[in-house]
């Protein structure tokens, strides 16, 4: 909210500039035709429209990649997120979010109001998060398990395999020798 507000301050200055540089720029004169102050205001209003224009670009671009990363976090903690649309334009909803930016940026000693009247929201490692961390961890701790249990059944059979190898050559050097002593006789 601080950042969406600093852009808007800048904006606002902005097209208050745009103000001020025509009052500096073209009214000089004490008197004005009708078609000179219509030129004047269709100037202003192209300069206005092209920074607000500009401004509301910005800010929706701004709000799909906050949107983006906060899917992406979901998705990374498989939460299935849904949206009403609806309560996007919901006047109530919009009204709150007015008063709260306005107790939150208002008050003398830089100290948010609403820190002093609403509690705070719990830390992450107490709420959702963290079961979901713990669910993870779970899981992955069994899955470490069962992949450890796997590793031991084939080391075993890779080690039964060798002592079977072992005997299988060491038979087949005793007939060796059993035959080239035959053939010796």
């Given at each position: 909210m601080r950042f969406a507000r600093s852009k808007r301050g800048l904006r606002l200055k902005t097209v208050d500039s745009c103000f001020q540089d025509l009052k500096e720029s073209r009214l000089v004169e004490e008197t004005f035709t009708a078609d000179e102050v219509s030129e004047v205001l269709s100037?202003?209003?192209?300069?206005?429209?092209?920074?607000v224009e500009s401004e509301l670009i910005n800010?929706?671009?701004?709000?799909?990649?906050?949107?983006?990363?906060?899917f992406s976090q979901a998705e990374k903690w498989y939460l299935k997120l849904q949206?009403?649309?609806?309560?996007?334009?919901?006047?109530?909803?919009?009204?709150?979010v007015a008063e709260f930016e306005k107790a939150e940026f208002t008050t003398s000693n830089k100290k948010p109001i609403i820190d002093i009247i609403k509690p705070?929201?719990?830390?992450?490692?107490?709420?959702?998060?963290a079961e979901?961390?713990?669910?993870?961890?779970?899981?992955?701790?069994?899955?470490?398990v069962k992949l450890k249990a796997r590793l031991k059944t084939i080391e075993i059979q890779a080690t039964n395999v060798l002592d079977e190898k072992s005997k299988l050559e060491r038979a087949l050097q005793d007939l060796q020798l059993d035959q080239g002593n035959q053939k010796v006789r």
């Open positions: 100037s202003l209003q192209a300069v206005v429209h092209s920074e800010t929706a671009h701004t709000n799909v990649l906050l949107l983006r990363q906060l949206t009403d649309i609806s309560e996007l334009e919901n006047r109530e909803l919009l009204e709150q705070k929201l719990a830390p992450l490692n107490e709420g959702g998060t979901l961390l713990n669910k993870e961890i779970l899981r992955l701790q069994e899955e470490n």
